[in-house]
């Protein structure tokens, strides 16, 4: 089976960094997926990590080590709209037809 | 594209009665899952199919729950009858088998159950 865990809230202030981190143990590992999801609203997809290393895309980075079986995401110059739960998501080696296991997701509450 | 489309966007509806969510995916898209999520449970994989075939029901909760997908355009989960319990916000998802597997969720259903 699959574990994720990532912390339950995190609160920053609006201008400032924040990086959310999410731990996971899994049978065979196939990917690592961020998604976004503002209160009443779907999970929009934000990044995505199957090697090592930082990936950027705009003011958000995604981080993955897959022998420490680790991942952050960072958001840089919190605006107040960055206010939202944030999922990690990991699609094991032997799933087919793209299922992935959500964590319970980090709600961050940015404070002007 | 439209995005994952889902009907209705909310339903009130008594214990006991039958409810019908619907589902249409984004074109092209291969598989299709469906979620339930409440602030105690977080989000929930109930079932999903790939090429219109289920691949794995084990969240379903309970018999009273079954989902459909006739044709690669639509796709039902149906609860029968309900309970107050069943009460979350359902979301529908399709994602391509080619690339990064990436899922797109339509705006969900909010269900409650009297």
């Known amino acids: 089976g699959q574990n994720i865990d990532q912390p339950t809230e995190m609160t920053a202030t609006e201008g400032a960094i924040v990086q959310i981190n999410c731990t996971y143990q899994t049978s065979g590992f196939n990917g690592l997926f961020w998604y976004q999801q503002h209160a009443g609203e779907a999970p929009t997809f934000l990044s995505y990590n199957v090697l090592d290393g930082l990936e950027e895309k705009g003011r958000f980075s995604s981080f993955l080590s897959r022998s420490k079986g680790y991942s952050y995401l960072l958001l840089k110059e919190l605006q107040m709209k960055d206010s939202a739960s944030y999922l990690c998501?990991?699609?094991?080696?032997?799933?087919?037809?793209?299922?992935?296991?959500f964590g319970d997701g980090t709600t961050l509450t940015v404070k002007p | 594209d439209a995005g994952v489309i889902q009907s209705p966007r909310h339903e009130v509806t008594e214990m006991g009665q039958e409810v019908t969510l619907r589902c249409k995916p984004i074109?092209?898209?291969?598989?299709l899952f469906w979620y339930r999520q409440t602030m105690m449970r977080g989000l929930e994989l109930l079932i999903y199919f790939n090429n219109n075939v289920p691949i794995d029901d084990s969240g379903m909760p309970e018999d009273r729950f079954s989902a459909k997908m006739p044709n690669a355009s639509f796709s039902t989960l149906k609860i029968q009858p309900s309970e107050p319990r069943d009460s979350a916000v359902y979301f529908c998802a399709s994602s391509s088998n080619r690339g990064k597997n990436i899922q797109y969720f339509g705006a969900g259903t909010r269900l409650s159950v009297l």
């Open positions: 998501a990991v699609r094991a080696h032997n799933t087919n037809a793209g299922k992935s296991t």
């Open positions: 074109s092209g898209h291969n598989s």
